[in-house]
T-cell receptor, first 112, second 114 residues
Framework: EDQVTQSPEALRLQEGESSSLNCSYTVSGLRGLFWYRQDPGKGPEFLFTLYSAGEEKEKERLKATLTKKESFLHITAPKPEDSATYLCAVQEGGNAGNMLTFGGGTRLMVKP | ETGVTQTPRHLVMGMTNKKSLKCEQHLGHNAMYWYKQSAKKPLELMFVYSLEERVENNSVPSRFSPECPNSSHLFLHLHTLQPEDSALYLC?????????????FGSGTRLTVV
């Protein structure tokens, strides 16, 4: 059974204080690892897909990396508008419905 | 309209009521999903329709009944719910059979069972 664990559960940063969020996963044959951002009262919004170990993707202040066991979401010089819950999900190869298994999320709070 | 639209945004219902949640996607996707999001728990997959056929049921209680009349519309029919069913219900869509962006989510329906 696929498992996804995110840490920490919550993270408080000062504006400009860089940090990383962790996503550890167990899956039989990874098809893709996904990062989403979720604001309160809204649905998750897609950020990145990573497909193989060693892959990296960047978007503004965010950079996602992938190894065979975990993924990191690095946040460089965060701003208050980066405050949100960040969700990680894995997709196992061969599943007929593109199903994703989600982690519990990391709630990020960036103070000015 | 674009993306995935869910209605209503908020719903309060008694335990004896019957109601339905609606989801519509305007992306040309061929798979749709219902997820339940409760406080401090990961998103829980409830139902999957891929190419208009149900793929996954995930042992969801029978008081939840999905309906997918075509590839653009998805419903979740609710009856005799319990207070613990109060949660954010999220609909999503994707395009199966190709590497993709995962899901596109709607904004959800916040359900409160009283």
């Amino acid at each position: 059974e696929d498992q996804v664990t995110q840490s920490p559960e919550a993270l408080r940063l000062q504006e400009g204080e860089s940090s990383s969020l962790n996503c550890s996963y167990t899956v039989s044959g990874l098809r893709g690892l996904f990062w989403y951002r979720q604001d309160p009262g809204k649905g998750p919004e897609f950020l990145f897909t990573l497909y193989s170990a060693g892959e990296e993707k960047e978007k503004e202040r965010l950079k996602a990396t992938l190894t065979k066991k975990e993924s990191f979401l690095h946040i460089t010089a965060p701003k208050p508008e980066d405050s949100a819950t960040y969700l990680c999900a894995v997709q196992e190869g061969g599943n007929a419905g593109n199903m994703l298994t989600f982690g519990g999320g990391t709630r990020l709070m960036v103070k000015p | 309209e674009t993306g995935v639209t869910q209605t209503p945004r908020h719903l309060v219902m008694g335990m004896t009521n019957k109601k339905s949640l609606k989801c519509e996607q305007h992306l040309g996707h061929n798979a749709m999903y219902w997820y339940k999001q409760s406080a401090k728990k990961p998103l829980e997959l409830m139902f999957v329709y891929s190419l208009e056929e149900r793929v996954e049921n995930n042992s969801v209680p029978s008081r939840f009944s999905p309906e997918c009349p075509n590839s653009s519309h998805l419903f979740l029919h609710l009856h005799t719910l319990q207070p613990e069913d109060s949660a954010l219900y999220l609909c999503a869509s994707s395009q199966v059979l190709r590497q993709n962006y995962g899901y596109t989510f709607g904004s959800g329906t916040r359900l409160t069972v009283v």
